[in-house]
């Protein structure tokens, strides 16, 4: 199936995608914390398709009564978050930072590089001077991070901020 873009409707993905990332290596954030944490919440609560972009990796869902059902097996979006309420990947205000879950079944299968090279296509197609996010260490997707161009720019404890230049 070809991708679809993220719109305003993906928030509930865009917040279980951004839980499924802060517990990457075991729960460490209820769902509770996560909705009344704003700093983390704005990962799925500020998406704006008007600004912002994505898309979803979806697979037809055989045990749906609609034959449409999809299934996501994966999801990467950019959000312009501000200096005033910035993400942990921030570097400036005209710099998106990236997000991506891929499902634990679905991971080395090539879904995360194709959600990728997707949103990189469009931040190009966009005229976007670079993407920025943060990873912890020891999380399996900075392998992922590193063969698409991204780069350490900055370190927050046990946290590196890439930096993928587009421009």
Same mark, same amino acid.
């Given at each position: 199936?070809?991708?679809? $873009?993220?719109?305003?409707?993906?928030?509930?993905?865009?917040? &279980?995608? =951004?839980?499924?990332?802060?517990?990457?290596?075991?729960?460490?954030?209820?769902?509770? &914390?996560?909705?009344? =944490? $704003?700093? !983390?919440?704005?990962?799925?609560?500020?998406?704006?398709?008007?600004?912002?972009?994505?898309? #979803?990796?979806?697979?037809?869902? %055989?045990?749906?009564?609609?034959? /449409? /059902?999809?299934?996501?097996?994966? #999801?990467?979006? %950019?959000?312009?978050? $501000?200096?005033?309420?910035?993400?942990?990947?921030?570097?400036?205000?005209?710099? $998106?930072?990236?997000?991506?879950?891929?499902?634990?079944?679905?991971?080395?299968?090539?879904?995360?590089?194709? !959600? #990728?090279?997707?949103?990189?296509?469009?931040? &190009?197609?966009?005229?976007?001077?670079?993407?920025? !996010?943060?990873?912890?260490?020891?999380?399996?997707?900075?392998? !992922?991070?590193?063969?698409?161009?991204?780069?350490?720019?900055?370190?927050?404890?046990?946290?590196?901020?890439?930096?993928?230049?587009?421009?």
């Amino acid at each position: 199936m070809p991708l679809r $873009p993220v719109d305003d409707r993906d928030r509930a993905l865009l917040r &279980e995608a =951004t839980l499924g990332n802060l517990n990457w290596s075991g729960e460490r954030i209820s769902e509770a &914390e996560f909705d009344a =944490t $704003p700093e !983390l919440a704005h990962y799925a609560t500020r998406f704006d398709a008007r600004r912002d972009f994505g898309f #979803v990796d979806e697979v037809a869902d %055989v045990e749906a009564d609609d034959a /449409d /059902d999809c299934r996501p097996l994966g #999801v990467a979006w %950019v959000i312009f978050l $501000p200096a005033d309420d910035p993400g942990y990947g921030y570097v400036a205000d005209d710099v $998106p930072e990236f997000s991506i879950n891929v499902i634990a079944e679905a991971r080395g299968r090539g879904v995360g590089a194709r !959600l #990728v090279d997707a949103v990189v296509a469009e931040a &190009e197609r966009r005229g976007i001077r670079a993407i920025s !996010l943060s990873v912890e260490d020891g999380n399996h997707a900075q392998r !992922l991070y590193e063969r698409a161009g991204f780069v350490a720019v900055g370190r927050n404890g046990g946290s590196d901020t890439l930096l993928l230049e587009l421009a």
